[in-house]
Nanobody
Framework: QVQVVESGGGLVQPGGSVRLSCAAS????????MAWYRQAPGKQRELVAG????????EYADSVKGRFTISRGNAKNTVYLQMNSLKAEDTAVYYCKMKLGPYGMPYWGKGTLVTVSS
């Protein structure tokens, strides 16, 4: 059974940085599509960043461009989200999603909370 687990969340001050990690286990297959989403209190879940294949041409939400970086790990089925210059509005539960391909079944993690506050 595939399990997706996020880690790295916590409390960080405005302007600070945090790195989120995500790893999938329980499969011999390699996920080709990896993405980070977030859901703030009272808001819908939104795409933050996504990467396909070897990691070229990642996509980002306009609100995080220039501040966040998504990258695939060297280990199979791992992905990271480097978050810099954090703002209070970045506070949310961050979820990792993985798929074998664009039309594959998504596998979601349970999320990790990032709180940006002084």
């Amino acid at each position: 059974q595939v399990q997706v687990v996020e880690s790295g969340g916590g409390l960080v001050q405005p302007g600070g940085s945090v790195r989120l990690s995500c790893a999938a286990s329980g499969t011999i297959l390699s996920f080709n599509v990896m993405a980070w989403y977030r859901q703030a209190p009272g808001k819908q879940r939104e795409l933050v960043a996504g990467v396909t294949g070897t990691g070229g041409n990642p996509e980002y939400a306009d609100s995080v461009k220039g501040r966040f970086t998504i990258s695939r790990g060297n280990a199979k089925n791992t992905v990271y989200l480097q978050m810099n210059s954090l703002k209070a509005e970045d506070t949310a539960v961050y979820y990792c999603k993985m798929k074998l391909g664009p039309y594959g079944m998504p596998y979601w993690g349970k999320g990790t909370l990032v709180t940006v506050s002084s």
